[in-house]
Nanobody
Framework: QVQLVESGGGLVQPGGSLRLSCVASGFTFGESPMTWYRQSPQKERELVASIAPAGYSTYYGDSVKGRFTISRDNVKDTVWLQMNRMKPEDTAVYYC?????????????WGQGTQVTVSS
């Protein structure tokens, strides 16, 4: 079955960096767009960054543009989110999402999430 396993979250000081990983299995990773979302108690779920299947096209939410970078390796079936110059408002649970197409069917799969806390 489809599995997405995130890791790399933790506590970081403002201005610091973290790198999140999401390892995928159970589907053809290289055919799926991958997206990082985040959710905090005070806010609605927010799209952070998205990357096309081949990795040549990316999209970033306005709040992270210029600070975060999404990348993927279709051999390792992994997508990363490099987060730099982090701010307290980046505190959230970060989720990896895969969109898997099967014929005319589109299914979304989510990881369990990884907590990121930005605090001094």
């Amino acid at each position: 079955q489809v599995q997405l396993v995130e890791s790399g979250g933790g506590l970081v000081q403002p201005g610091g960096s973290l790198r999140l990983s999401c390892v995928a299995s159970g589907f053809t990773f290289g055919e799926s767009p991958m997206t990082w979302y985040r959710q905090s108690p005070q806010k609605e779920r927010e799209l952070v960054a998205s990357i096309a299947p081949a990795g040549y096209s990316t999209y970033y939410g306005d709040s992270v543009k210029g600070r975060f970078t999404i990348s993927r390796d279709n051999v390792k079936d992994t997508v990363w989110l490099q987060m730099n110059r982090m701010k307290p408002e980046d505190t959230a649970v970060y989720y990896c999402q895969a969109v898997v197409f099967k014929g005319h069917t589109k299914n979304e799969y989510w990881g369990q999430g990884t907590q990121v806390t930005v605090s001094s």
